[in-house]
Structures are given as C-alpha cells and as structure tokens.
C-alpha cells in the first residue's frame, strides 16, 4: 500500500514561518503531481500549491510571495515552506499526491493532514 504522512504543523505567531513535509512510502513506480491542500473549519477544502513532477509550480493567489513547494524525488517528499504567515492561514493542511503503480495505473492519494495554527 502507499502511505501519505505530513509533519511539521504547529502553533505559530502571525508574521512566524514553518516548514511542512509530506513523505510518500510503500511500492510504487513514481509520483507525478504533488499538492498542498488545507482546509479551515467550515471552509472547504482548497488547493495551496502544486508541483509537477518536472518541478513546475502553482498557488493559490493568497499564498503566492509567501509560500513556497519543492519537492526532493529522491527521497519521496514534498515540502511546503510558509513565511509571514497571517491568522487566515489557519487550517488543516494536506499533502495530495499522483503515483504510479502496479499495472502503469495512476492513484491518488490523500495525507491524514496536519494542523497549522497562526496565533498570537
């Protein structure tokens, strides 16, 4: 089986930074996309950042200038760096990755989330 696990959130000051990291494990061929998602209570779920698998990213308009997504294909992870961080960034975060498989099929797979809380 594959395995999204995310590390990194916690309780941070309005203007503090964080780094967050999503390791994918289990058998698989590659990862293609990767995704930061977050989603705030009563809020749905919305994209933060996006990386392709040959280093092209995306963001969402409120994070770009602060947020930044990389990815290191060597050890399976993707990280999404956070500066200047403001209440509203509050949220669960979710890694969301494409892998190939078994069988040359693509799956989606979805982290268990971490908890980024922006307060003074």
């Known amino acids: 089986q594959v395995q999204l696990v995310e590390s990194g959130g916690d309780l941070v000051q309005p203007g503090g930074s964080l780094r967050l990291s999503c390791v994918a494990s289990?058998?698989?061929?590659?990862?293609?996309?990767m995704a930061w998602y977050r989603q705030a209570p009563g809020k749905k779920r919305e994209l933060v950042a996006g990386?392709?698998?040959?280093?092209?990213?995306n963001y969402a308009d409120s994070v770009k200038g602060r947020f930044a997504i990389s990815r290191d294909n060597a050890k399976n992870t993707v990280y999404l760096q956070m500066y200047s961080l403001k209440p509203e960034d509050t949220a669960v975060y979710y890694c969301?990755?494409?892998?190939?498989?078994?069988?040359?099929?693509?799956?989606?797979?979805w982290g268990q989330g971490t908890q980024v809380t922006v307060s003074s």
């Open positions: 969301n990755a494409d892998i190939l498989r078994v069988g040359m099929t693509t799956w989606n797979y």
């Open positions: 289990g058998t698989f061929f590659s990862i293609n996309a």
């Open positions: 990386i392709g698998s040959g280093g092209s990213t």
